[in-house]
């Protein structure tokens, strides 16, 4: 916390929002330990290379989610309420990690 | 299996390679759960964003090691027994999807 | 053209602008130019490679600035109008290219 | 140069070969032309967000194919004289940017 300008959104995740989104991330977390097995098991380099690349795409999907969510609340709020500029910045910030 | 030329490295890992990877693994499949956590909490996107993306660098990082390992394994094993333009073929395959 | 929801920018780019960015794109031009000449020159692929890596720096470094124009003047016009969430989809999308 | 194991490739590049890398290198440098062209008319931000990510497309393809080039001479031939690991090393380095 701190680096940015809230702790939390504007508008506060719904039951459902949260629940889609921490269900895509378990899915993650079961992909990852997918890859741990397939170490344990010795499993051919380009295997496992592909299903790293698989969860990277998984991750940059949900990213991109919150990215939306975080415009469409967050953003709009903040152009209504004249600071636009600020909170704009902070998320291209945010996004050029992401095209990293 | 049977998309790539092999389902097991040409050297098996040996225990400690195997234990060097997992546990990186281990730590992201943790940053996974704590994005989770993150979420129920409702927290502030940007600060979820920056963790996807330290997330997906380590992913990556795991994704190179893996990768060099084949390379100087596989690759070279390969290279020597005449074989190499297939496997590095497979490899930059791969690579490719990387490099999204 | 017709893609998109505009042809044009909601607040014209102005003279300075614009010679801000085609300057940054006239040295990408070079740039790649100057990978020519390495080509012609038979350099080593590696010393291409770190070329190619920087010119691809420097067009994302170009595409965030033109981002950052858009969601401050026409994103941020759009809002304001209600037409917030339709302009901001199409950033979205066109981000995720980015993201590749 | 200098900051890589060689200066040249260990088998030159045939005329066939550079005219090939060099007429996709004339192609983009005429997208980025392109892009000038867009920003002096103009355009809607999205569609020239588009065109840099064709570009940046068609960079990491010749990037591509200037790997695998390296891979199946530069590197090939390193493994076969037992110098495969330093190559390798300096390829994977490389590739590192490319994924960025």
Redesign the interface.
């Known amino acids: ?1 701190g ?7 504007i508008t ?2 719904t039951k459902d929002e ?1 629940e889609k ?2 269900n895509r ?2 899915r ?2 079961g992909q ?2 997918g ?2 097995k397939m ?2 098991e ?9 299903q ?2 698989a ?3 998984a ?2 999907k ?3 989610t ?7 609340h ?3 709020h903040a ?2 309420s004249g600071d ?2 600020e909170v ?13």
Not at 66 to 72: G, I, L, S, T
Not at 88 to 100: A, N
């Open positions: 916390m680096e940015f300008l809230h702790d939390h959104p506060p995740r949260k989104v921490i991330l378990k993650i977390e990852v330990r890859i741990q170490v344990e010795d499993r051919y380099c380009p295997d496992i290379l592909v790293i690349s969860i990277n795409a991750l940059k949900v990213g991109f919150v990215a939306e969510r975080h415009a469409k967050c953003v709009s152009v209504k636009g500029d704009i910045d902070e998320l291209l910030e945010v996004m050029k990690q992401f095209s990293k």
